[in-house]
């Protein structure tokens, strides 16, 4: 069974910065078949895409409001993923859950149970 547990959520005052990891576990395909995840909701609002990091070429992908600010990595030796929040601003506050789908299988697609981020002076 996999899993993906999401940690290091917390408050912090705008300005600040936060490192969220996500740990996986029960993968049965390489982990680097995954395409890891990082989503956003935000209190009344839909989930949206923050960042993502592709396969075995680690490229990278963001959404507008978070480029230069956020780094999404990950950790193929120990199937994590993180999300290093930089320069966080009160708009960026929201559960933050992780994702991992498989990049050539349809279906294959697992998320966590997200990590709540309040940003707030």
């Known amino acids: 069974q996999v899993q993906l547990v999401e940690s290091g959520g917390g408050l912090m005052q705008p300005g600040g910065s936060l490192r969220l990891s996500c740990a996986t576990s029960?993968?049965?395909?390489?982990?680097?078949?995954?395409?890891m995840r990082w989503f956003r909701q935000a209190p009344g609002r839909e989930r949206e895409l923050v960042a993502s990091i592709i396969t075995t070429a680690d490229t990278t992908d963001y959404a507008d409001d978070v480029k230069g600010r956020f780094i999404i990595t990950r950790d193929r030796a120990r199937k994590t993923s993180a999300l290093q929040m930089t320069s966080l601003k009160v708009e960026d506050t929201g559960t933050y859950y992780c994702?991992?789908?498989?990049?050539?299988?349809?279906?294959?697609?697992?998320w966590g149970k997200g990590t709540l981020v309040t940003v707030s002076s």
């Open positions: 994702n991992a789908v498989h990049s050539t299988i349809r279906g294959v697609d697992f």
């Open positions: 029960g993968m049965s395909a390489s982990f680097s078949n995954y395409i």
